[in-house]
């Protein structure tokens, strides 16, 4: 199983206050739950965790976008630091594919590709799915069943965060970040209808910013 960082039913955060937050959000949210240097320290270990496991094959790294984009531009430079420093080392190349299951908070039932590369250029190769999050679980089962039908070697998933939900459909990822609580969360690259991806740390949205946004 998994390890991760997990977040709190009642962890309360820290206050906006404390950390340098874009002006034009300021209002929009609660709390800061996972700034983003504690991002970053995580994100260097998962690196080291999958160079552990998936060391010496070659990977394609499959971006989700665009909720995983930043994770998957920082996750890359800790793998190519420990790539350029040890012994096992993991040749990589990148890919991407777009996906949309959300309107406003809520996911919705049918999950669209609508982007990204020829997938049958994975046939045949390791195939690591870089995700920001896992609420459901329906999206990444989707594109899961999805890639099978190219035949892939292998194919391992790692999602920044997972949410603690009833919702969920028992899914659950290869390598985990963090598990973070039941909550609307936004920020390093995480939207609410397309807002907040320039926010650097992972925030808790408030409910009026809900109603601002709302479309
Ligand atoms: P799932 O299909 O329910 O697992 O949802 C996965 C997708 O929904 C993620 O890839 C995100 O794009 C989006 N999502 C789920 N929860 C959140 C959230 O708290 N903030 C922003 N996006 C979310
Ligand atoms: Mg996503």
New binding site residues.
Partial sequence: MASYLQIADDEKGHELDLFCVPKHYEEDLDRVIIPHGLIMDRTERLARDIIRDMGGHHIVALC?L???YKFFADLLDYIKSLNQNSNTSLPLTVDFIR????CN?Q?TNS?KVIGGDELSSLTGKNVLIV????????????LLALLAQYNPKMVKVVSL?V?RTP???G?RPDYIGFE?PD????GYA???NEYFRDLSHICV?NEQAKEKYRV
């Fill in positions: 989700v665009k909720g995983g996906l949309k299951s959300y908070d996911s999950v995700e920001d999050i896992v609420e459901t679980g329906r999206t990444m089962q989707t965060l949410k919702k969920s459909s899914y973070v909550a609307f969360l936004v995480l939207d609410y949205l």
